[in-house]
């Protein structure tokens, strides 16, 4: 069974940091593209990055760009979110989601174009919780 779990998620202060995890069982993540979504209270889905299987392309958006990174440890089939500074407004269920890749020039495309659109994923996880508050 395809399966994604996140965790890391807790409530920090404004400019704190944390680190989310979203690690796979029942697939190798290396063949899944995985992108970060979050969703605040009363708000849409928002797709806020993501990143390809094997080099790795990257992508943010204007929101977090600058203060969150995200990588992925293929031996753990695990992907990270680290997230700094974070802000008040940073506070939301953060969810990861995958959709599979076979390393095309046309799934690099649908990537560029696609990443931050979450019907465009196959996979979610339940979620984690981030809060900022002081």
């Known amino acids: 069974q395809l399966q994604l779990v996140e965790s890391g998620g807790d409530l920090v202060q404004p400019g704190g940091s944390l680190r989310l995890a979203c690690a796979a069982s029942?697939?190798?993540?290396?063949?899944?593209?995985i992108g970060w979504f979050r969703q605040a209270p009363g708000k849409e889905r928002e797709g806020i990055s993501s990143i390809s299987t094997n080099e790795g392309r990257t992508y943010y958006a204007d929101t977090v760009k600058g203060r969150f990174t995200i990588s992925r440890d293929n031996a753990k089939n695990t992907v990270y979110l680290q997230m700094n500074n974070l802000a008040p407004e940073d506070t939301a269920l953060y969810y990861c989601?995958?959709?599979?890749?076979?390393?095309?020039?046309?799934?690099?495309?649908?990537?560029?174009?696609?990443?931050?659109?979450?019907?465009?994923?196959?996979?979610w996880g339940q979620g984690t919780q981030v809060t900022v508050s002081s």
């Open positions: 029942g697939f190798t993540l290396d063949a899944y593209v």
């Open positions: 989601a995958s959709r599979s890749s076979r390393r095309t020039l046309m799934d690099a495309v649908q990537l560029r174009a696609n990443w931050a659109n979450e019907g465009w994923y196959e996979y």
